[in-house]
């Protein structure tokens, strides 16, 4: 089984909705990223969170919001979804420098 | 403003040949460096690392220089499969209170010729 696991893997959605992307892992590591993937730009750091008390902005934060409901849980919100939103998003683990990354979802925005 | 660039988006390499994958950072504060490898449809996975106190690292086919003073790290993959075909991101990470922060490159993809 995997390590680092995300849902949806793939998602259409329309512009304006509300969605969620869902990680989980069991590495048991108390570290969690997500970072979203776009052409030319690499991995973009959205929020981070070091444990389960703990929530920080990242790089591109404004329109994203997360929950981390347990160690083992890091979930990423679009409140209103927007075209501009349309990439690859992966959820990461860590216990010290090295991450872990998911499958990734890739999610579009019509 | 990028603070990991890597200005390669595509290099092309002849099986059995090196490949040489360049990346240059800005901050100072970043204390160790990682490569990942990344092939379609999969996340990014962990190739490599090196510590700012060292000049290189080596694992098996993967050579990772550091140049501290260009602010400059270099991937050698010798010799160059056709499996190493993928992209590569350059990462740099500094410590912070509870954890690290790490920054990513755009990434380089390798197309290695059988």
């Known amino acids: 089984d995997a390590d680092v696991t995300q849902t949806p893997r793939n998602r259409i959605t329309k512009t304006g909705k509300r969605i969620m992307l869902e990680c989980s892992q069991t590495k048991g590591h108390d570290r969690m990223y997500w970072y979203r993937q776009d052409p030319g730009l690499g991995l973009r750091l959205i929020y981070y969170s070091f444990d389960v008390k703990d929530i920080n902005k990242g790089e591109i934060s404004d329109g994203y919001s997360v929950s981390r409901q347990a160690q083992a849980k890091f979930s990423l919100s679009l409140e209103s979804a927007i075209p501009n939103q349309t990439a690859l998003y992966f959820c990461?683990?860590?216990?010290?420098?090295?991450?872990?990354f998911g499958p990734g979802t890739r999610l579009t925005v019509t | 403003d990028q603070q990991v660039k890597q200005n390669s988006p595509s290099l092309s390499v002849q099986e059995g040949r090196i490949s040489i994958l360049n990346c240059d950072y800005t901050n100072s504060m970043f204390d160790y460096f990682l490569w990942y490898k990344k092939y379609p449809a999969e996340g990014p996975t962990f190739l490599i690392s090196?510590?700012?106190?060292?000049d290189k690292n080596e694992d098996g086919r993967f050579t990772v220089f550091l140049n501290k003073s260009a602010k400059h790290l270099s991937l050698h993959i010798v010799p160059s499969q056709p499996g190493d075909s993928a992209v590569y991101f350059c990462?740099?990470?500094?410590?912070?209170?509870?954890?690290?922060?790490?920054?990513f490159g755009a990434g380089t993809r390798l197309f290695v010729k059988a």
């Open positions: 990462a740099a990470s500094a410590r912070l209170a509870g954890g690290f922060k790490t920054i």
């Open positions: 090196i510590s700012s106190i060292k």
């Open positions: 990461a683990t860590s216990r010290g420098y090295e991450q872990y």
